[in-house]
């Protein structure tokens, strides 16, 4: 069983920035693919950037240039560091992982708003 927490989220005003924060522990197995998915009111949970257990990313095409996702091999860390925020960028944000199954987080909220 993996068990994946998320921090980081709150509100922040058009232009800034923040950094999630997401924890995986339990039977952690590799290869695996980490990641970020979204999901605002209404609409689906989309991918957001992913990561591999070799060090390549992927990211959706609304937030390449402004979001960079990262890894913390030894600790068990996904990062998503969010720049230039949009009110579109306005969702719950989700930490995934995935390897012979996939596991989600409980979500955190993002509001991007003045």
């Known amino acids: 069983q993996v068990q994946l927490v998320e921090s980081g989220g709150g509100l922040v005003q058009p232009g800034g920035s923040l950094r999630l924060t997401c924890g995986a522990s339990?039977?952690?197995?590799?290869?695996?693919?980490m990641g970020w998915y979204r999901q605002a009111p209404g609409k689906e949970r989309d991918l957001v950037a992913r990561?591999?257990?070799?060090?390549?990313?992927s990211y959706a095409d609304s937030v390449e240039g402004r979001f960079t996702i990262s890894r913390d091999y030894v600790k068990n860390m996904v990062y998503l560091q969010m720049n230039s925020l949009e009110p579109e960028d306005t969702a719950i944000y989700y930490c995934?992982?995935?390897?012979?199954?996939?596991?989600w987080g409980q979500g955190t909220q993002v509001t991007v708003s003045s």
């Open positions: 995934h992982l995935r390897s012979l199954r996939e596991y």
């Open positions: 339990g039977s952690i197995l590799r290869p695996n693919v």
């Open positions: 990561i591999t257990s070799r060090g390549s990313t």
